[in-house]
């Protein structure tokens, strides 16, 4: 199953799926083809995750985006590395089943993405 088919959904509205035994990372192209999708998500020299920064007000925006983003993972099964201080949290994602990114990295950061875009209208 090919998932860069333009019928398919957009990444925010699909779901994370289970990662069969023997499944491979993304390649970097396929990897690179879905971050010119997700604004302002980059992938480090080696491909093996993805992050990306997000600036807050204060501390009570970042508890509650870091709940917001939790609610979410525990939704899609797919769980981030989440780091977080005063007014910024850091989002890691990786499949640590295949050692790489694979698809549901970025179905989660999509709706991590579109979760933002709904709540900030003025940013």
Known sequence: MSHDSPTEKPLEQRHCQTIEKGSKPLIIP???SHLSQLNGW????HYREINKTFV???H????????AVAW????????PTICFDYNTAKITLSTQHIKGVSLNDMVLAA???ALL???TSDS
Do not use: G, R
Not at 42 to 45: F, G, M, N, Q, R
Not at 72 to 79: G, P, R, T
């Open 42 to 45: 980059e992938a480090p020299i």
């Open 60 to 67: 009570l925006q970042v508890i509650s985006f870091v709940n």
């Open 111 to 113: 709706k991590i993405n």
């Open 30 to 32: 396929v990897i690179e």
């Open 117 to 119: 875009n709904t709540q």
């Open 56 to 58: 807050f007000k204060n």
């Open 72 to 79: 979410f993972a525990n939704k899609e099964d797919h769980y």
